[in-house]
T-cell receptor, first 111, second 113 residues
Framework: EDQVTQSPEALRLQEGESSSLNCSYTVSGLRGLFWYRQDPGKGPEFLFTLYSAGEEKEKERLKATLTKKESFLHITAPKPEDSATYLCAVQDSGGYQKVTFGTGTKLQVIP | EPEVTQTPSHQVTQMGQEVILRCVPISNHLYFYWYRQILGQKVEFLVSFYNNEISEKSEIFDDQFSVERPDGSNFTLKIRSTKLEDSAMYFC???????????FGPGTRLLVL
C-alpha cells in the first residue's frame, strides 16, 4: 500500500528564513509525486509534479526535488503569504489513478 | 486559467437524507475524481471516473455513494443516506489523462446533523 509521510507537522519561520519540508514515500513504482498548497477551508492548489529521481522544479520562492525515497520542498526567503499547509502526494505506476496524500506540513511565516 | 468549480460551497443535511454534490471539471479533461477530507485529517481518495464509468474506487466508496456525469459538463457525487461520519470537505478533481496532474476544486463542506 502506498504511504506518504511528511515532516515536520508544523513549521514556524521568520520572514526571510529559508527551510525545507520533507516528504518520504513508499510505492511499488512511482508514476508521479505531487506538491500542493492548501489554505484553510480551500482545495489543494497544484504546485509541482516530479516524475523521476534527480528531477527538480522551481516556482518563485519554492523548489521541489526528488530522490528514490523522498522529496523536499525548499522555501527560500519566505514571505507571510507563503503561510499554508503544503501537501505531498504520490501516484503509483501500477495503472491506478488514485493519488495518496500525506498529512501535510503547516507552515507559518512570521513578519 | 481554467479551473474546477463545485457547488454548493456548504451543505447542511439531516442524517439519513440524500445529498448531491456537483462539480464542473476543466473542459478538456477526461478523468474525474472525488476526494474527501475530514476536519484535521488528510485528503482521501474516493473514486475515479473515465469514459462514463468508475475506473477505480476506495474502500470508503461503498454502496451509499454513486457518481454520474449527467451531461457534457457536470460530474456529481451522490450520498444516498448520509451518516454523521460523512461530514467532511468533498473535493472534485480532474486531469487530462489518468497519470497526469489532478487539479482540485474549492470543495463542498458537508455537515450531517
Amino acid at each position: 500500500e502506498d504511504q506518504v509521510t511528511q515532516s515536520p507537522e508544523a513549521l514556524r519561520l521568520q520572514e526571510g528564513e529559508s527551510s525545507s519540508l520533507n516528504c518520504s514515500y513508499t510505492v511499488s513504482g512511482l508514476r508521479g509525486l505531487f506538491w500542493y498548497r492548501q489554505d484553510p477551508g480551500k482545495g489543494p492548489e497544484f504546485l509541482f509534479t516530479l516524475y523521476s529521481a534527480g528531477e527538480e522544479k522551481e516556482k518563485e520562492r519554492l523548489k521541489a526535488t526528488l530522490t528514490k525515497k523522498e522529496s523536499f520542498l525548499h522555501i527560500t526567503a519566505p514571505k507571510p503569504e507563503d503561510s499554508a499547509t503544503y501537501l505531498c502526494a504520490v501516484q503509483d505506476s501500477g495503472g491506478y489513478q488514485k493519488v495518496t496524500f500525506g498529512t501535510g506540513t503547516k507552515l507559518q511565516v512570521i513578519p | 486559467e481554467p479551473e474546477v468549480t463545485q457547488t454548493p460551497s456548504h451543505q447542511v443535511t439531516q442524517m439519513g437524507q440524500e445529498v448531491i454534490l456537483r462539480c464542473v471539471p476543466i473542459s478538456n479533461h477526461l478523468y474525474f475524481y472525488w476526494y474527501r477530507q475530514i476536519l484535521g485529517q488528510k485528503v482521501e481518495f474516493l473514486v475515479s471516473f473515465y469514459n462514463n464509468e468508475i475506473s477505480e474506487k476506495s474502500e470508503i466508496f461503498d454502496d451509499q455513494f454513486s457518481v454520474e456525469r449527467p451531461d457534457g459538463s457536470n460530474f456529481t457525487l451522490k450520498i444516498r443516506s448520509t451518516k454523521l461520519e460523512d461530514s467532511a470537505m468533498y473535493f472534485c478533481a480532474s486531469s487530462e489523462q489518468g497519470g497526469e496532474t489532478q487539479y482540485f476544486g474549492p470543495g463542498t463542506r458537508l455537515l450531517v446533523l
